[in-house]
């Protein structure tokens, strides 16, 4: 299953991609809203093989996560693979300069099945379909409404 939006941002590229950088800042998020979250690095400074283990209840049941960066590519891209018990993801967020002070965010995230109940979820995800794609429309949108508030307060 694919799922994708863009959506633009008024603010600098370099500033929206140091934003969509600071790891820190997304950890934090993450654990307020329930989510256990360990870094497997010391190391603070994006890089490939930056990686995480994640820990969340869903539909009622623990979830397990491991997530790595897979791809960055300053400036331009940030490539996360995901894995656990039943599917594998990938999502890539990619960024475009439309001009010298707004940026074009596009998120795409791919998932695919491992297991019987992995094929099961994203059965009754495909069979919602119009329903994901415009709840993953809308948290994109409101990722880049927060991120432009956050950049253009701190400038």
Same mark, same amino acid.
């Given at each position: 299953?694919?799922?994708?939006?863009?959506?633009?941002?008024?603010?600098?590229?370099? !500033?929206?991609?140091?934003?969509?950088? !600071?790891?820190?800042?997304?950890?934090?998020?993450?654990?307020?809203?329930?989510?256990?979250?360990?870094?497997?690095?010391?190391?603070?400074?994006?890089?490939?093989?930056?990686?995480?283990?994640?820990?969340? !209840?869903?539909?009622? =049941?623990?979830?397990?996560?491991?997530?790595?960066?897979?791809?960055?590519?300053?400036?331009?891209?940030?490539?996360?693979?995901?894995?656990?018990?039943?599917?594998?993801?990938?999502?890539?967020? #990619?960024?475009?300069?439309?001009?010298?002070?707004?940026?074009?965010?596009?998120? =795409?995230? =791919?998932?695919?099945?491992?297991?019987?109940?992995?094929?099961?979820?994203?059965?009754?995800? =495909?069979?919602?379909?119009?329903?994901?794609?415009?709840?993953?429309?809308?948290?994109?949108?409101?990722?880049?409404?927060?991120? #432009? !508030?956050?950049?253009?307060?701190?400038?």
């Amino acid at each position: 299953m694919e799922l994708s939006s863009n959506e633009d941002v008024d603010a600098p590229l370099s !500033d929206v991609f140091d934003a969509l950088s !600071d790891f820190g800042n997304f950890e934090r998020s993450a654990i307020r809203r329930g989510i256990e979250v360990q870094r497997l690095s010391n190391d603070s400074t994006p890089q490939v093989g930056l990686a995480w283990d994640l820990r969340a !209840d869903f539909r009622g =049941k623990p979830r397990e996560v491991h997530l790595e960066l897979a791809t960055y590519e300053p400036a331009t891209l940030i490539g996360l693979n995901g894995d656990s018990n039943s599917l594998t993801g990938q999502g890539q967020i #990619e960024l475009m300069a439309l001009s010298p002070k707004r940026t074009r965010i596009s998120v =795409k995230v =791919k998932l695919k099945a491992k297991t019987l109940s992995g094929r099961l979820l994203l059965q009754s995800l =495909k069979l919602a379909r119009a329903k994901v794609n415009r709840r993953f429309r809308h948290r994109v949108a409101e990722f880049a409404s927060l991120t #432009e !508030d956050r950049l253009n307060h701190t400038a």
